[in-house]
């Protein structure tokens, strides 16, 4: 199974993009985006659980970025608007069947992961 992110790409702060991730020929039961900047650690930025649609987010995104599904629930979407330089990293999307609510914020709560879109944000 690949996942497969797009969507990256210069922005100046206070514009919006919209990442999409894609798995192929399935859908997981929880998505999640994690993010990381230079010489910073991979960190959480939100997640969908697919049944119910429970959202989660970051709090240094929590207002400015919203996750969402597709109806068939194949793709799902990072809506990031009022943007700012320090969001400025490589944004990946991972993806799991089994993800407990204390591992959702964990990147070794998810086995499958794309292989990432830069966002980069221009003061």
């Known amino acids: 199974v690949q996942l497969q992110a797009s969507g990256g790409g210069l922005v100046q702060a206070g514009g919006s993009l919209r990442l999409s991730c894609a798995a192929s020929?399935?859908?997981?039961?929880?998505y999640a985006w994690f993010r990381q900047a230079p010489g910073k650690e991979r960190e959480f930025v939100s997640a969908?659980?697919?049944?119910?649609?429970?959202?989660f987010y970051a709090d240094s995104v929590k207002g400015r970025f919203t996750v969402s599904k597709d109806n068939p629930q194949s793709t799902v979407y990072l809506q990031m608007n009022s943007l700012k330089p320090e969001d400025t990293a490589i944004y990946y999307c991972?993806?799991?069947?089994?993800?407990?609510?204390?591992?959702?914020?964990?990147?070794?709560?998810?086995?499958?992961w794309g292989p990432g879109t830069q966002v980069t944000v221009s003061s």
């Open positions: 991972a993806a799991d069947d089994q993800v407990i609510l204390s591992s959702l914020r964990r990147s070794s709560g998810y086995k499958h």
């Open positions: 020929g399935r859908t997981f039961f929880n």
């Open positions: 969908i659980r697919i049944r119910g649609g429970h959202t």
